[in-house]
């Protein structure tokens, strides 16, 4: 467990998919994480860290999954969660369910999207290795979905390059509750440090 102090000067917040089709009520991709979210209260969690932080320097990133009306972004033939969204229409652009959820979309302009992604890893064809450069980030924080599916192959390769990965156990939403249990337990834990969003406040200095 960290025992130090975290630099929020040099702390990125990930938000990885904090969009409409996972997180709505109505979301045609609800069904791979409600189990999981549902029990640890995902998003609300998400929406008091958010709140807790605005008054901190802590960089705020969203970083959603959105392709275009034919999905040819999705090379050959999709297998897996892929296919499950192609088959689903799910993260199109210009639809409401590519849309980040409005309980973060209220914060406006302290949240920075930073667009482009297509697959699991929230660095692969984005410029967030840039920007999170460019701000002298050094420790990279994940929450959202999915468990297994991005937040630990976005984890992973942060990790390779060089940043300090922290992942929030209950900001972080897997396909059901046992795989949850199992990646902060046994996966995470081999490149990240795992913790609540409460603790990783206290790690911050931030009062709740």
Not at 46 to 52: A, I
Request: glycine share 6%; with cysteine.
């Amino acid at each position: 467990m960290i025992t130090h102090k975290i630099n929020p000067k040099q702390t990125a917040l990930l938000l990885i998919s904090f969009q409409n089709d996972f997180f709505a009520s109505n979301g045609v991709l609800r069904r791979v994480i409600e189990e999981s979210s549902r029990v640890t209260n995902v998003l609300a969690n998400t929406v008091d860290l958010v709140e807790h932080l605005l008054i901190t320097p802590v960089l705020i990133i969203s970083t959603p999954i959105i392709f275009t009306e034919d999905y040819s972004e999705l090379i050959g033939k999709p297998i897996g969660i892929l296919k499950t969204i192609k088959e689903a229409r799910a993260f199109k652009r210009g639809t409401k369910g590519a849309e980040i959820v409005p309980e973060l979309r209220r914060f406006g302009d302290r949240i920075i999207e930073v667009p482009g992604r297509r697959g699991f890893n929230a660095f692969s064809n984005t410029d967030l290795n840039v920007i999170l450069q460019q701000r002298n980030i050094t420790n990279v924080v994940l929450t959202g979905a999915v468990t297994s599916i991005c937040v630990d192959p976005t984890g992973r390769y942060a990790f390779e390059l060089g940043y300090k990965v922290t992942i929030l156990s209950d900001c972080t939403a897997g396909r059901s509750n046992i795989e949850q249990e199992f990646y902060c337990k046994e996966i995470f834990p081999l490149y990240a440090e795992v913790m609540d969003h409460l603790k990783f406040l206290k790690c911050l200095g931030v009062k709740k």
